[in-house]
């Protein structure tokens, strides 16, 4: 493990908790900061060690409360992995490893959506993604099996999973390829046909509007 992280803290049964917490009294005795808050996550930076002890300390304090952290190695590298753990009335348990995601650029999504539509969507996602990525260390070899994606060029395969969630007139759709790159595709809902139009960069429209062929028909 490195001697810098990033920890990545929510809590399960109640949302809004941590949205009323101060995050400066959530750190006792870890050398950490709050790097954001993004809605009802926190995010801190930790150096010589994890905001474990900290954390503990929180559930303690709120024991009806489930608590789910992430700890990220840094500085990154394409292979790094997460740890993910539970905290439950200053208890806590190992739940397993999830891959360092990396993302498309999708400003332009939330541009549209907001941050909040595309939080509440990407949390939906992101719980499917748990599942089918959440691995142990193997009790025969020690090694690490995460659930990788076939991606072979030789043979000329690849492999994806797709995962949808919708909330009124807003779609997220995230292609997983290989084992941690996401793309995420937004869609908004035409209210007069029910056809859903995929949410472009401005840069990809004004090329597609600068192509003959797609503009045949404005004549």
Not at 22 to 34: G, R, Y
């Amino acid at each position: 493990m490195a001697n810098y992280y990033v920890t990545r803290l929510e809590c399960l049964t109640n949302y809004e908790l941590l949205k009323f917490i101060d995050p400066k009294k959530i750190i006792k005795t870890t050398n950490s900061k709050l790097s954001y808050s993004l809605l009802d996550e926190l995010v801190f930076e930790s150096c010589n060690d994890a905001m474990h002890d900290d954390i503990l300390r929180l559930s303690e304090k709120f024991p009806s409360e489930v608590f789910l952290a992430r700890y990220y190695d840094c500085p990154d590298y394409e292979e790094s992995i997460t740890e993910c753990y539970r905290y439950e009335a200053g208890e806590h348990e190992f739940i397993g490893y999830e891959p360092k995601y990396t993302f498309n650029d999708h400003d332009h999504i939330i541009n549209i959506l907001g941050e909040e539509v595309t939080h509440k969507l990407w949390k939906r996602i992101r719980r499917y993604l748990f599942r089918l990525d959440q691995t142990k260390e193997s009790l025969l070899d020690g090694e690490l099996h995460c659930d990788i994606l076939e991606h072979h060029f030789d043979d000329c395969v690849t492999s994806s999973v797709t995962i949808h969630a919708e909330c009124e007139n807003f779609k997220l759709s995230v292609d997983k390829i290989r084992n941690s790159e996401l793309i995420f595709h937004g869609y908004q809902r035409d209210s007069e046909t029910e056809d859903w139009k995929e949410i472009l960069p401005e840069s990809t429209i004004q090329k597609n509007n600068d192509l003959p062929f797609l503009n045949e028909d404005k004549e």
